[in-house]
């Protein structure tokens, strides 16, 4: 079973995600990084934050359905 750390983790992933999917990147990093404090090898929130970072500086269209799109190998 989860102790109360993960359960933490799982919350605060979720709620990131969440706020990854309706554009709020700034909030999202912020719960992903709760994640880290926690799990600091958590490798889905690193990525995650990441992908916040770009849509920052490169937002993606109106329409976007919350799917990540690769530029480069």
Known sequence: ???EN???V???YNKGLALYR???FKEGIEEFEKVLQIKPDDGPSV???Q???DYIHNP???NWDGVYV???K
């Open 1 to 3: 079973m989860f102790d």
């Open 6 to 8: 993960m359960k933490k």
């Open 10 to 12: 799982l919350e605060f």
């Open 22 to 24: 309706e554009k709020k």
């Open 47 to 49: 990525l995650y934050i």
């Open 51 to 53: 992908r916040c970072k």
């Open 60 to 62: 993606p269209p109106e």
């Open 70 to 72: 690769m530029k480069t």
